[in-house]
């Protein structure tokens, strides 16, 4: 792992432990074991790492959406439905979610990057739920009810249990249109 990877997995670690306020160079600085003269060989300036967090973030989401639409690809909606309440807690770092959502809500390039994955794991439950009902109002309805809840999931306290959001899902596959 390079000494800049090392930077962004540490700050990923802070970010989720202490929100966006806790994303202090120095006290990054410190927990890794080196100096800021390091930091900023790899980065130029705080919001250059910034940004750094935020691609990581938003790659590795994508990259487990992708992993979730292909394992979701087949089958009826109650399938679909199933695959994303299993993979739900393990693709979701549910508390760097809720740190990048409330960062999201100060600062323009964390609402930017919240709004594209938002509108990913929409787009993906939209195409799960056309390919099965259609696509128009219904599908895009019937996206939002778990969309919503994977939203969800990250900003209530204390988090649901993994059996409790799998039971949630459940409902959903049974109300689900057909």
Do not use: C, N
């Not at 090392?6 to 600085?29: F, Q, S």
Request: glycine residues 6%; proline residues 4%.
């Amino acid at each position: 792992m390079t000494t800049r990877d090392r930077w962004i997995d540490e700050g990923l670690t802070v970010l989720a432990e202490e929100g966006a306020a806790g994303l202090r160079i120095d006290r990054i600085a410190a927990r890794l074991d080196l100096t800021k003269g390091s930091f900023h060989h790899h980065f130029a300036g705080a919001d250059d790492y910034r940004a750094a967090l935020l691609e990581r973030h938003e790659r590795e989401q994508a990259a487990a959406l992708a992993a979730t639409a292909a394992a979701a690809a087949d089958g009826p909606p109650e399938v679909a439905l199933a695959v994303l309440a299993d993979r739900v807690l393990d693709v979701l770092d549910t508390d760097r979610e809720r740190a990048v959502r409330a960062w999201s809500a100060s600062d323009p390039a964390a609402r930017a990057a919240q709004e594209r994955l938002d509108a990913a794991r929409l787009a993906l439950l939209e195409r799960l739920w056309a390919e099965r009902i259609g696509e128009g109002e219904q599908s895009r309805t019937a996206a939002l009810l778990p969309h919503l809840l994977v939203a969800g999931i990250s900003a209530v306290h204390p988090r649901p249990s993994r059996a409790e959001i799998r039971a949630v899902f459940a409902l959903l596959a049974e109300i689900a249109p057909a």
